[in-house]
């Protein structure tokens, strides 16, 4: 099983809008709204931030958001904020009964 | 709230075993699915194992399947990951993952690190 593609990296200034892909198939992203986001801060624990596509968890601010369209879904932070600086990861179920993570994106807050 | 807590990481010799344990707090552990993800140094996500609530569905990721076997105990809240047979490229941070609704990971644990070299 192949990991999802995401971009190495994305960058914005405080206030800005970014935008992660994510790319799998048909046989993971694109058959299912089984797709969440994980956020990782440098030597810390992935945290979950959007589950089942676009759900946000108790606590999780509003200015992430997730959608998906065919075999891409996208995690979007909207209002830039220092504190937003991390590793993030997607997460698909798979049709053959595994999980796949993305490849990761590390996002700048310049 | 939910606490996870692994164990067990440690230094050994390529072709050695280790025994993995994460032990969750509160009376629901045993209502969950429950997940294994690794991390390699300066590296990415990677899924490993996922074992049902009552321990009878279990999956693995090709590259540990045959050497790596998930467990659980739910009288003593842990599950469990038995490594057989490691590899330099099992090093990594091994993190324990609760599964929620069948498909994303909504508590983690903190990490165990395991270091496979001679």
């Known amino acids: 099983q192949s990991a999802l593609t995401q971009p190495p990296s994305v960058s914005g200034s405080p206030g800005q809008s970014v935008t992660i892909s994510c790319t799998g198939s048909?046989?993971?992203?694109?058959?299912?709204?089984?797709v969440s986001w994980y956020q990782q801060p440098p030597g810390t624990a992935p945290k979950l931030i959007i589950s089942e596509v676009s759900n946000r968890p108790s606590g999780v601010p509003d200015r992430f958001s997730g959608s998906k369209s065919a075999n891409t879904a996208s995690l979007t932070i909207s209002g830039l904020q220092a504190e937003d600086e991390a590793d993030y990861y997607c997460?698909?179920?798979?049709?053959?009964?595994?999980?796949?993570f993305g490849t990761g994106t590390k996002v700048t807050v310049l | 709230e939910v606490l996870l807590l692994e164990s067990g990481g440690g230094l050994v010799q390529p072709g050695g075993s280790l025994r993995l344990s994460c032990s969750g707090s509160?009376?629901?552990?045993?209502?969950?699915?429950m997940n294994w993800v690794r991390q390699a140094p300066g590296k990415g996500l990677d899924w490993v194992s996922v074992?049902?609530?009552?321990?009878?569905?279990?999956y693995y990721a090709d590259s540990v399947r045959g050497r790596f076997t998930i467990s659980r105990d739910n009288s003593k809240n842990t599950v469990y990951l038995q490594m057989n047979n490691l590899r330099v490229e099992d090093t990594a941070i091994y993190y324990c993952?609760?599964?929620?609704?069948?498909?994303?990971?909504?508590?983690w644990g903190q990490g165990t690190p395991v270091t496979v070299s001679s």
């Open positions: 997460l698909s179920y798979s049709s053959i009964n595994t999980y796949v």
């Open positions: 048909s046989s993971d992203v694109g058959s299912y709204t089984r």
């Open positions: 074992i049902s609530i009552r321990g009878d569905i279990i």
């Open positions: 993952a609760r599964l929620s609704g069948n498909y994303f990971f909504d508590y």
């Open positions: 509160g009376s629901s552990f045993s209502n969950y699915g």
